[in-house]
């Protein structure tokens, strides 16, 4: 089992920043971010393997970035130009064997809140 712990979630107002951490209790191959905005379903955000290859969906592309720092287990979310569609919860993901994205990731964080504010 995996354990995944969040933090740095909270309010910003539109066009504004917050970056996202994920600390994994152990080595994964594939690490990233899911969220889910109020009255709607799930979604992938992006996702980094082990070698640095990522994806992204395409509402996110350009203005997040995820990336990992291998030797700590954690995982960032920078987010810029942030919009009130991007309010919801944050998951942190992470799968032993496969970065196929956005196929469901095995361990799940408990989320954390972000709301941007128009």
């Known amino acids: 089992q995996v354990q995944l712990v969040e933090s740095g979630g909270g309010s910003v107002q539109a066009g504004g920043s917050l970056r996202l951490s994920c600390t994994a209790t152990?080595?994964?191959?594939?690490m990233g971010w899911f969220r889910q905005a109020p009255g709607k379903e799930r979604e992938g955000v992006g996702v980094?393997?082990?070698?640095?290859?990522?994806y992204y969906t395409n509402s996110v592309r350009g203005r997040f970035t995820v990336s990992r720092d291998n030797g700590k287990n954690t995982l960032y979310l920078q987010m810029n130009s942030l919009r009130s569609e991007d309010t919801g919860v944050y998951y942190c993901?992470?799968?032993?064997?496969?970065?196929?994205?956005?196929?469901?990731?095995?361990?799940w964080g408990q989320g954390i809140q972000v709301t941007v504010s128009s």
């Open positions: 152990a080595s994964v191959y594939c």
């Open positions: 980094v393997n082990r070698l640095g290859i990522k």
């Open positions: 993901t992470a799968d032993p064997d496969s970065c196929n994205f956005p196929t469901v990731p095995d361990y």
